[in-house]
């Protein structure tokens, strides 16, 4: 399986940024693994920042997890027609800088631990400043 993102950039205070993740090399179709997103900013460990549920076939979006530090800002939601996991950020902060990986496991339940996933996408810079 290969991730590959995009969507990084450079954003004000304030602002929005929706990261992408496309998935492919897989015999099985990304709704079939648990995804994520996770970030590493300079000097830092890495950050588990979203998480969600493999969904299967249902229609639907799986259950989620969240940072406490990006609750009720960011949002993370698949598309499963074009087999891509997507990342919504508002509201950004100077301190979401970092640069977001995109990850993946066959695994039934989402986790924010980073040593649960084999599969990670090479990454995409985001920067928040004025």
């Known amino acids: 399986l290969q991730l590959v993102e995009s969507g990084g950039g450079l954003v004000q205070p304030g602002g929005s940024l929706r990261l992408s993740c496309a998935a492919s090399g897989s015999g099985y179709p990304l709704n079939e693994y648990v995804v994520g997103w996770f970030r590493q900013a300079p000097g830092k460990e890495r950050e588990g920042v979203s998480c969600?549920?493999?969904?299967?076939?249902?229609?639907?979006?799986?259950?989620?997890k969240y940072a406490d530090s990006v609750k009720g800002r960011f949002t993370i939601f698949r598309d499963s027609a074009k087999n891509m996991v997507f990342l919504q950020m508002n509201n950004l902060k100077p301190e979401d800088t970092a640069v977001y990986y995109c990850?993946?496991?066959?695994?039934?339940?989402?986790?924010?631990?980073?040593?649960?996933?084999?599969?990670w996408g090479q990454g995409t810079q985001v920067t928040v400043s004025k």
């Open positions: 969600m549920d493999l969904t299967g076939d249902r229609p639907s979006n799986g259950s989620t």
């Open positions: 990850v993946a496991q066959w695994i039934r339940f989402c986790s924010l631990r980073s040593a649960v996933y084999d599969h």
